[in-house]
């Protein structure tokens, strides 16, 4: 903090980590540094066996690998910082390194969440309209859709981003496991009304790509149940089982985080949908995909190459 004259000015905000365990923030390190380190690894093999097996370089696994990519670098924004903090004496950060955070956590964010709606589409057209499934989803549309949403993303964010810096800081000490907008700008010495609206269109954002990919998915379902033979069912659902289970962590973690408005928790159960939105969400992701049967084969031909050569060959 710097002091000039009367006048105080917050260079830098005090991270509170996990306010009731203070005390034991060395058993909340452990078990995050493993999660960090399961999720990192468990989405490079998912993303590494789509890129390296041929027979997975279609629309939907090229989906997948892109969320894999991007999961990679969404909890690297906020995860390393959370280990820091649980064992350094000295848990600050400065405005512009809780800007940045707060600017690549959610512009990350946001590419997933348009990934899903992207995925869900994708189901859609393939179920509900095989034959025109080809010419419709093209490798090409693919790559734009994919680009696109990224560069999206990150451009939408950025009038909020620069906003938030103009603001002036007062209380410098941000009850949260990761700096997000709330906390952040419930610290703000100025009217800060705006954040309702703000609000509102995150909350419009978001219940818009929620009714996209549940009104795909149910549209995939009913379809799917029309499908005369049992083995078809079972074959359609299996490429849209991992999607549903990542759609339902994904957005039943941000819903609870971030549609309840003024609504206030107990700071535990703060704590805890923080912890679901950011750690276990991601932490469950590339286990729902890899238990998907081509991708299981993929990622066996990635770990014992010479094996699988083998036993085809034979």
């Known amino acids: 903090m710097v002091r000039s004259n009367q006048t105080t000015t917050v260079t830098e905000f005090l991270f509170s980590g996990f306010p009731q ?47 894999s990519f991007l999961e990679i670098w969404y909890i690297t924004a906020t995860i390393p910082k959370m280990l820091s903090n649980l064992i350094s004496e000295q848990r600050t950060i400065s405005i512009i390194g809780c800007l940045l955070q707060m600017y ?66 007062g209380p410098n000490q941000i009850h949260q496991i990761f700096y997000d907008f709330e906390p952040v700008l419930r610290s703000a010495c100025t009217d800060t009304s705006m954040i309702l609206v703000e609000d509102v269109i995150h909350a419009i954002a978001i219940i818009f790509s929620v009714l996209i990919i549940a009104l795909s998915y149910i549209r995939i379902i009913t379809v799917i149940l029309g499908i005369p033979s049992a083995e078809g069912r079972q ?21 609870l985080m971030y549609l309840r408005f003024s609504a206030t928790f107990p700071p535990i159960l703060d704590t805890a949908i923080a912890l679901m939105f950011a750690v276990l969400a991601p932490f469950f992701n590339p286990i729902i995909y890899s238990l998907n049967k081509d991708m299981k084969i993929a990622i066996k031909k990635l770990s014992w190459p010479q094996k699988v050569f083998n036993a085809s060959a034979s």
Request: proline share 5%.
């Open 235 to 255: 074959k359609a659902f299996s490429t849209c089982a991992p999607h549903l289970g990542v759609f339902l962590m994904f957005c039943g973690s941000v819903s």
């Open 21 to 67: 365990f203070e005390d034991c923030s060395l058993l909340f390190f452990i078990p995050l540094f493993f999660i960090y380190i399961f999720i990192v690894i468990g989405n490079l093999i998912v993303f590494f066996a789509v890129r390296m097996d041929t027979y997975l370089h279609n629309p939907m696994y090229n989906f997948i690998s892109s969320f």
């Open 104 to 169: 690549f956590f959610h512009s990350l964010g946001n590419s997933e969440g348009i990934s899903l709606t992207t995925m869900a589409i994708d189901r859609y057209v393939a179920i509900c309209n095989p034959l025109h499934y080809p010419t419709i989803m093209t490798s090409w549309l693919c790559t734009q859709l994919s680009t696109g949403s990224c560069i999206f993303a990150f451009l939408v964010l950025l009038p909020e981003i620069v906003w938030i810096s103009t603001l002036p800081f």
